[in-house]
């Protein structure tokens, strides 16, 4: 599983870890080499120093000449008995710990007799731990001292990086006139990122560029034979027809209002932040509510549906009518065509809306992906391709809405929380 630590502290940690396993192999090894050369050392010392004691003192018949610190055992002179805490030692050299006392003992058989020196250490082990002691702090200061550096390289380290997110967090990138990155860094690895950023990024501009053109010039495009079907239907209308002939004419007119407001709303979405001034908040959402309801309700009375306008509460805010129009449309859209009986109902809030049906209800596991486009429920209705919800999804975060769905079998609820007129 990747590691969730910042990248700074991850350096940090790997040069302090790296310096402690050098240090504290460089440490042991010093612990190792001293104890090695200890026994070799007083191996040597004590072996010469008991040959001659046997040599020149007991084979004499003299008493062995030795330091205070140093005394002489033998299993072959009764004077000299081998104290039974130093019986059982192997041959050569021992080392024996017996409270707060440490002895060398150096062991020697010849012809089935045992012979030893025993040598009091005590001197030699406070040495032995002033030295360990100075390794110790050498091995802590040289951790501490790995963690100052590491972080001061870590920091520089990642500055640059930091910086490079600094200006990818801050600036607009998508603006055409944005300047690259890639002049700001020499030409290393944080070079070659800010270049493949800058070469991602141009393709993404040139890619938003072209959805941005196809909508705009699709959209006006599309004005004038929608204003001549709209204008046809309406010499139609007022022509001498039978009943069927008019309701379909009616059916055109409403399919092409439909298709034109839906132009408006993609040719404002196409639009830049720069435009949207342009297009700023100028009807309420009552207003807006009564328009689809007197549009949406009639559809749902020709399919038996019961349809209700409710105010909860007042709101005098100010909204985009296009923009707000084409998501409280979508919405009821949807209701209608997933409602078999019972009603909808549109209530309104402050600063907010609801719509409620009484349909079959959308399974949990799809509620985040009926946002989607080109995504339609398990009991898809009517001719859509599924981007009625994903519309709505992306006007809303235009517009710093936002849209929250609730749903069981048999009741269904939208709610769009408005941002008072943004």
């Known amino acids: 599983m990747p590691s969730k630590q910042p990248f700074e502290r991850r350096i940090l940690i790997a040069f302090v870890l790296m310096t402690a396993m050098v240090s504290g192999l460089f440490s042991l090894s010093i612990v190792g080499v001293v104890h090695f050369i200890e026994e070799h050392l007083v191996s040597q010392e004590m072996s010469r120093e008991l040959g001659e004691t046997l040599n020149e003192d007991i084979r004499q018949g003299r008493p062995p000449r030795l330091d205070s610190s140093t005394q002489f055992f033998s299993s072959y002179h009764d004077q000299y008995l081998i104290p039974e805490q130093y019986t059982g030692l192997q041959e050569g050299f021992n080392e024996v ?22 040598q009091e250490q005590q001197e030699f082990e406070a040495r032995e731990n002033a030295l360990f002691n100075v390794v110790l702090a050498g091995f802590l200061l040289t951790v501490v001292a790995a963690w100052g550096l590491g972080l001061m390289m870590a920091r520089k380290v990642m500055a640059p990086v930091s910086r490079l997110a600094q200006q990818v967090r801050h600036r607009d990138q998508l603006h055409p006139l944005a300047p690259p990155l890639a002049p700001d860094y020499p ?60 309701d379909q004419v009616a059916r055109i007119a409403r399919a092409s209002e439909e298709m034109r407001e839906l132009v ?22 009552a207003s807006i509510a009564h328009e689809q309801a007197s549009r949406w309700g009639a ?16 709101d005098d805010g100010r909204y985009n009518a296009t923009f707000l129009g084409t998501v409280m449309a979508n919405l009821l859209r949807n209701a209608l065509h997933y409602t ?51 519309l709505v999804k992306r006007i809303c975060a235009k517009q710093g809405w936002q849209v929250s769905l609730q749903s069981e079998p048999g009741h269904t609820r939208f709610r769009v929380t408005l941002n008072n007129g943004a």
Not at 264 to 281: P, V, Y
Not at 371 to 384: L, N
């Open 299 to 314: 559809l749902m009375k020709e399919k038996g549906l019961e349809f209700q306008l409710i105010v909860e509460g007042q």
């Open 264 to 285: 408006q709303t993609f040719l404002q979405l196409a639009r830049d932040k720069s435009n949207e001034a342009a297009f700023g908040g100028d009807r309420t959402l």
């Open 340 to 390: 078999e009986r019972g009603g909808v109902r549109l209530t309104l809030e402050q600063c907010a809306f609801r719509i409620e049906d009484s349909g079959a209800g959308i399974p949990a596991e799809q509620h985040e992906r009926i946002f989607q486009p080109f995504v339609r429920g398990s009991q898809a209705r009517g001719e859509g391709l599924g981007l009625g919800l994903s």
């Open 187 to 246: 030409d290393d690895e944080i070079g070659q990122l800010a270049a493949a950023f800058d070469s991602t990024l141009g393709q993404v501009r040139q890619s938003l560029e072209r959805e941005r053109l196809f909508t705009s010039d699709v959209s006006h495009e599309l004005r004038t034979p929608l204003m001549v079907i709209a204008t046809s239907c309406e010499l139609l209308a007022e022509a001498p027809l039978g009943p069927r002939e008019k």
């Open 97 to 118: 710990v017996s409270g707060d006392e440490a002895f060398y003992v150096y062991v020697q058989r010849i012809n089935g007799e045992t012979y030893m020196l025993v």
